[in-house]
């Protein structure tokens, strides 16, 4: 019974991890209606950075932490800038901006790959200590503990920029309508800028915390957590920040369970059937979403 | 037989095509051309950069040593990006176009099985460094290392004898044959003199997340831990395992990835006193290998790890092939001269290299640990 509460809290940390992954990405969706699919590579520079500011900066943790935010929220708003927006600005169909961001993710994978030669870093060994807690018969290492903080804090500044300030306001009225937005005097391409750089700078603490607990940063490490993000926010629901809450910790939880209980083999194939099943039953996801309209085409 | 029966037959197209292409007759100038469809970016390219440094190397000897007297070779090196498609373009072109003599590569199983049919319907031979045993696909196919099956035997033999495993739980790499090959080789070796199979868990290339698993293999009552995938995965799930709790009795066994600096490097203190089996170990005595370590760290700065050695190995098998292949150099010649190659020295093994009729070489293999933080035999 214990290794099933065990598995439970794995499933609980690595679900963490992934609506991390997902909020950053449901976020642009929600905003600008179009999928960023070079949002895994912006969370592999962040992992970059924050190991770059680690080992040849020599830095501790949380100036790494801070850093691959910043960074990455800089390279994301960089990809805005030069996917996303000539496109806006043309009114080209939504599918030309799919388009261009796999572009840029394929430019920033080569970039990391040149820089990286290939190689697989990790964060140096002691960069966190590695503390081991009892708690009721379950083993809960610090990290773990570390890694849910965090995305609880980051949920939450998301959540209060979102919620209680202008900007958010300001954000949420682009999400529902641009041009009601622009009208009222709210500068469309500032916002979009904005929801760039949060999204980016999520991306980046997701980098480091994935960086730190797998062992493992390498210039492909955005790939899979891309497919993966991409059914926590159709789980959840496309644009919608609950969702992708939700969405993460399903995923998390259903992919440990399926590799403790049943076989590693099955779980990939048990999670892209569950969204493919949420996909017939509700199409929206299983929250609504921040902007509830879905849209193939910009009308 | 019709005339177009006779020209798929794929001796006689090559024939044909020797003939066409005027490949290499005594005459053309004495200049051979091999191509290597190498993995130089993209996910196979931790091996594919070393491979094509080793053979850059070996290249560089050969023309300072001037072994070939008046015979040019001109190495064409290509970047298959990893992917089996560009790999199979890649082999037509050399084998079509470029009318290579003999190809090396490419780099990993998945590109091999993909575009070495193309090389056996031209009838061109290549000796690839995938580790998966690719010479099914047919009898231009040759094998630069020996099979995952045959090196795996050195380490099944010494842990039957030294340490006696009872119960195995095996995790291996499912997306990727060679790997699956070589636990499959071990498990087999196992199964047959009695050691239960407790578990069989399988991830994928692209996995970093191994803490559900983690904590059922520190769950499981196993004696033996066999990890069968890449270098970094492996000392992935080390750490991982570990940290779950896995028991410091439990011992772990690992395929020749894990003769490498990678596996050193992400694992730290976590993979001490691993076993595995090697083609190749950095720290061989035999005076090639002390000139080969000593060449390529002088030009890459960093020490040759096994896919290096493999890529030096690769090329001084196709240099013997010419050798042997006389003064004819066509493709049929040096096919044979691929299967003369007895006794070649070489920096893997036991550093004696023979191809056998099974288009694969033996060479013996070491068995190592880690200890102290450093690769060592066990």
Redesign the interface.
Known sequence: MT?VF??IL??F??GG?YALFALGFTLIFGVLHVLNLAHGAVFMWGAFVGLFTVTSLGLPLYVAFIAAMLAAGLISVLVDLVAFRPLRARGSPEFAAIISSIGVAQILM?LA?IAS????Y?FP?GTFP?V?YNVLGL?I?LQQIVIVASVVVLVALLLGILFATSFGRQIRAVAISERTAALLGISVSNIHGLTFFISGALAGAAGVI?GI????V?F??G??YLLRGFVVIILGGLGSITGALAGGLIFGMV???S??FL???LS?AILFGMMFLILLVRPSGLFGALHRQVRVVRQ | MTIRALFSSPRLAAAGLVLAGGLATPAAAQEVVIGVPAAL?G?F??AG?PNRNGMQIALEQVQASGELGPLKLKVLFEDTGSDKNQATTLITRFSEYDKAALILGPTSSVEAFAALPVAQKNGTPVISGASADVTPVGDWIFKATATPVTIMQALAQRALADLKPKKVAYVFN?DNDAYIAQKNGLRDAFVAAGVATVAE????G????????A??LA?LDIDTLVISTTA?LS??II??AK???LSDKVRILGTPSMASA?FL??G??AVEGTIFVADYFLGGENALNKAFVEAYTKKYNTPPDVFAAIGYTQFYEAVTALKAAGATLDREAIRKGIFSIKDMPTILGDGKLTITEKRTPVYGGYVLTVKGGKLALL
């Open positions: 290794l065990q598995q794995n499933g940390v690595v991890t080569s790959q030669q290939t190689q697989v990790r060994f590695i081991f083993r290492s994935i607990a797998f062992n493992s390498h492909l490490m790939e899979p992919q440990t369970l590799i403790a076989s590693s083999a990939d | 970016t996910q390219a931790f950069v499912r868990e399988t991830i994928v692209s996995d970093s997340d191994f803490t559900a698993l904590t059922k769950s970094e000392a992935n750490i991982q940290q779950a709790g990678q490097k992400v730290g203190a």
